[in-house]
Nanobody, 114 residues
């Protein structure tokens, strides 16, 4: 069973940047699509960005032009570069296989202050 360990979150002011990392283990990483999701307090988990095994990407409208997802298959790692952060980006961010997610990891907290 694959496991995902997210890191890179933190506290940042509005307009700032963060880069999240996710290391996958126990999966056929290079063959799987991957995605970042987020969950804000009191809200459902939502899709943020996805990347196919071939590198095609797609984004939620709310983050288009600000976030960039990428992957390094040899390192079993997927990244999320987040620029021009807004307070509404505050959430716990998770990575997982996409579109068939496996067990969710602990996530990494991103807090954007106004």
């Amino acid at each position: 069973q694959a496991q995902f360990v997210e890191s890179g979150g933190g506290l940042v002011q509005a307009g700032g940047s963060l880069k999240l990392s996710c290391i996958a283990s126990g999966s056929r990483f290079s063959m799987d699509g991957m995605a970042w999701h987020r969950q804000a307090p009191g809200k459902q988990r939502e899709f943020v960005a996805g990347i196919s095994s071939g590198g095609s990407t797609n984004y939620a409208d709310s983050v288009k032009g600000r976030f960039t997802i990428s992957r390094v298959n040899a390192a079993y790692t997927v990244f999320l570069q987040m620029n021009s952060l807004k307070p509404e980006d505050t959430a716990v961010y998770y990575c997982n296989r996409f579109p068939s997610p496996l067990s969710w990891g602990q996530g990494t907290q991103v807090t954007v202050s106004s």
